[in-house]
T-cell receptor
Framework: DGGITQSPKYLFRKEGQNVTLSCEQN?????MYWYRQDPGQGLRLIYY???????QKGDIAEGYSVSREKKESFPLTVTSAQKNPTAFYLC?????????????FGSGTRLTVV | AQSVTQLDSHVSVSEGTPVLLRCNYS??????LFWYVQHPNKGLQLLLK??????LVKGINGFEAEFKKSETSFHLTKPSAHMSDAAEYFC?????????FGAGTRLFVKA
């Protein structure tokens, strides 16, 4: 079955450490997205990519980095510059960049700072 | 400017009674509108979408929504709630190249 796989499901980060969240899709979708979800705040866009080797900052990109070397993969790195990284992270994809067909979401990664 | 407002942060219904989750929007474009559902510690799942075809949109699990341009609303309804409907629901809008999500409505279903 086609879908989006996020790993790991749970991740713990120490102070000053960089961590990378994986997102892989086998839907042949062009566009991919990373969202952060905090309680009571809905979803906030971190980064998005409409084609391979290109990506744009979203609303809260500071302290995060991404790459899009393959169509199927869009990993997110949470750097030590992100001062409050504890959150639920969701990866999504859409068929085209205009998003009119809606998103397919992964099952999320819960990141906790210890 | 585009925006999505979900009018209720929490809605509580009894099993077997109707569900109404309210969403208002603002958009300079002809919008595409969506409802998503999220169960605890899961990703979001697309329930239904409106993309300028029929104004009454039917989705999965018995949900439907009606696009009312004059009221700038896209409310989600279901005739009879089931315990498994308890979840958080998000209204979203796309008008151009960016999707905007509402803050979410948590639906509680009482036995």
């Amino acid at each position: 079955d086609g879908g989006i796989t996020q790993s790991p499901k749970y991740l713990f980060r120490k102070e000053g450490q960089n961590v990378t969240l994986s997102c892989e899709q086998n839907l042949n979708h062009d566009a991919m997205y990373w969202y952060r979800q905090d309680p009571g705040q809905g979803l906030r866009l971190i980064y998005y990519s409409q084609i391979v080797n290109d990506f744009q900052k979203g609303d809260i990109a500071e302290g995060y980095s991404v790459s899009r070397e393959k169509k199927e993969s869009f990993p997110l790195t949470v750097t030590s510059a992100q001062k409050n990284p504890t959150a639920f992270y969701l990866c999504a994809s859409s068929i085209g960049g205009d998003e009119s067909d809606g998103y397919t979401f992964g099952s999320g990664t819960r990141l906790t700072v210890v | 400017a585009q925006s999505v407002t979900q009018l209720d942060s929490h809605v509580s219904v009894s099993e077997g009674t109707p569900v109404l989750l309210r969403c208002n929007y603002s958009s300079s474009y002809s919008p595409s509108l969506f409802w998503y559902v999220q169960h605890p510690n899961k990703g979001l799942q697309l329930l239904l979408k409106y993309t300028s075809a029929a104004t009454l949109v039917k989705g999965i699990n018995g949900f439907e929504a009606e696009f009312k341009k004059s009221e700038t609303s896209f409310h989600l309804t279901k005739p009879s709630a089931h315990m498994s409907d308890a979840a958080e629901y998000f209204c979203a809008l796309t008008g151009g190249f960016k999707t905007i999500f509402g803050a979410g409505t948590r639906l509680f279903v009482k036995a």
